[in-house]
């Protein structure tokens, strides 16, 4: 990383504060989730075999994966950063999957690819299980909302800085720094 003088600041999220979130979010989103089906469609039917538990379980890794694929998918769309300045895999020290790249980007861009998952994996899944009849994915994707806490938080911090500030992604830890302008 840079030498401290590089940057203005560190953006680094609180763990604790974040699971947290994260947990609540994931509670109140999925009841608000099957409310909503309920209301939409007048019934709901939730079955629990071991079946449906495996293939939630699937969605829900494949969702996690797609979730670091999109925010690939940002930085090379919202920041043009080539694929070969990027990197992904899965901390399993800290717990957590992670995309990252060695190359700063503009804060809306690193803003717009911090959100895109979101979206991708959050949004879409609940809409297209609204539309479908098929409460499984309101459910895979309230769980995916609320695993963007971490993106939510770090979103909340860059909106303080301006737009077209360089925001650098750390290789290894969950953590942005804001570089100075030259």
């Not at 360089?166 to 830890?173: A, E, G, S, W």
Request: aromatic share 16%; with cysteine.
């Amino acid at each position: 990383m840079e030498n401290k003088e590089d940057y203005l600041s560190i953006i680094e999220i609180d763990f604790k504060k974040v699971a947290w979130s994260s947990l609540i979010m994931t509670v109140i989103l999925s009841i608000v989730g099957l409310v909503i089906y309920t209301f939409i469609r007048g019934d709901i039917q939730l079955s629990f075999t071991f079946w449906d538990f495996f293939l939630f379980c699937i969605g829900y890794i494949l969702l996690i994966v797609l979730h670091e694929c999109f925010h690939l998918f940002g930085f090379y769309f919202f920041g043009k950063v080539p694929w070969s300045s990027m990197d992904y895999g899965v901390n399993l020290k800290m717990g957590i999957a992670y995309a990252t790249t060695n190359i700063p980007l503009p804060n809306h861009s690193m803003k717009k690819a911090l959100l895109l998952p979101f979206w991708m994996t959050g949004v879409l899944p609940m809409f297209i299980g609204y539309t479908i009849e098929m409460p499984v994915l309101v459910l895979l994707g309230a769980w995916l909302i609320a695993g963007a806490a971490g993106d939510f938080a770090m979103y909340k911090e860059l909106k303080k800085y301006p737009k077209d500030v360089l925001i650098k992604d750390d290789p290894v830890k969950p953590k942005l720094y804001v570089l100075k302008k030259d």
